[in-house]
């Protein structure tokens, strides 16, 4: 919905919507994020039932975040939820802080006080909910991303594409659209989160995920392939069968290494946020070799000295070095 829109429905003399207002007339009432309501068929049951809890706490976390409490207390709140899920909730808080911020014509702050509170240990997913924000207001998509950071920032691009990917399944999974407007490195990670957002899609079906891929151009299913690794790793991959599965399509379009960095990634991101999950566990070790200790390790080792090649940029040359480091390694 446009500006103006919003304003006739609580325009005031003073200038601005009030928070109350903005909540009741357009951020609490999101479009459905469970499967069935997106029309996401298939997949094993218990498949269904994580990725539905997933997206459940996502919304939890978004909804809390609406109450425009101090950031401390919000984080206080979204630390009681189970570690599993507790990623998802950070994620939907920092969308909806971000919402709140581009809707308000005063405080404009919210998204980054959350970030530099005890919420910073999930940076990554704080960043990434920060793409579903830029999703509901792209303009300047890109710019907007790296300005709030020059490595972690891109991570709001994967967020960007994993939104399209999930709310926007015809035009971006089924038609293969890319966003107009960026760079080709931006698009790159657009796809690393299109890539995410196909294990909901497809409810974690190893077939059915190859399958979507391979319609794809073969230059973007290396990202592709990277955002499914990471999402299963991260939200939950069924059972060894299914990555084993996963592993050989992967290895099949030349994207191992890729798949195998997007695991990385998820490990990280768990570690760095205090949030393991068993899942989580499983996946870093049948898939990589390693605990996901070690592999975050690894991911942080790489992000602190990323030395990029000719037009890289921080983001691609961090992923570059840590597809080598695991090429290296004997565990992969």
């Known amino acids: 919905m446009q500006i103006q829109a919003l304003r006739q429905t609580g325009f ?3 200038g601005f919507l009030s928070a109350q207002r903005l909540r009741t007339t357009i951020l609490s009432r ?3 994020s469970d499967l069935a309501s997106r029309g996401f068929r298939g997949g094993e049951q218990a498949a269904r039932d994580r990725l539905d809890r997933a997206a459940a706490t996502f919304m939890q976390g978004y909804r809390l975040a609406l109450r425009d409490v101090q950031p401390q ?4 709140r979204l630390n009681r939820i189970e570690n599993a899920w507790r990623g998802f909730a950070f994620e939907g808080a920092a969308m909806a802080l971000a919402l709140l911020d581009k809707l308000s014509f005063s405080r404009r702050d919210r998204l980054v006080r959350f970030s530099r509170s005890q919420a910073k240990r999930h940076i990554y997913m704080i960043h990434v909910g920060f793409g579903w924000a830029l999703a ?11 300005s ?8 709001a691009l994967d967020g960007f594409g994993f939104h399209q990917g999930f709310f926007r399944t015809s035009s971006y ?8 407007g960026l760079s080709s490195s931006a698009l790159r990670v657009v796809d690393q989160g299109l890539g995410r957002s196909l294990w909901f899609v497809k409810v974690a079906d190893p077939r059915r995920i190859a399958e979507t891929i391979s319609r794809f151009d073969s230059s973007r299913r290396p ?16 059972d060894a069968g299914h990555m084993r599965a996963l592993i050989r399509g992967a290895e099949a379009t030349g994207a191992g290494l890729d798949f195998r960095q997007g695991v990385a990634f998820a490990a990280a991101a768990r570690e760095r946020a205090g949030n393991p999950a068993p899942h989580t566990e499983s996946a870093s070790r049948f898939i990589c070799g390693k605990s996901p200790e070690e592999l975050s390790q690894l991911c942080e080792q790489v992000a602190q000295h990323p030395s990029p090649k000719g037009s890289e940029t921080l983001y691609e040359a961090w992923r570059r070095g840590l ?10």
């Open 12 to 14: 005031s003399g003073s």
């Open 30 to 32: 999101p479009p459905a």
């Open 73 to 76: 207390e919000l984080t206080v």
């Open 136 to 146: 509901r207001f792209p303009w300047k998509v890109e710019k907007q991303a790296v």
């Open 148 to 155: 709030s950071h020059a490595l972690l920032g891109w991570l």
């Open 173 to 180: 999974v089924e038609r293969r659209k890319r966003p107009r």
């Open 223 to 238: 990202d592709l392939w990277s955002g499914v690794g990471l999402a299963c790793a991260y939200a939950g991959a069924p």
């Open 323 to 332: 597809r080598e480091a695991l090429a290296d390694s004997a565990g992969c």
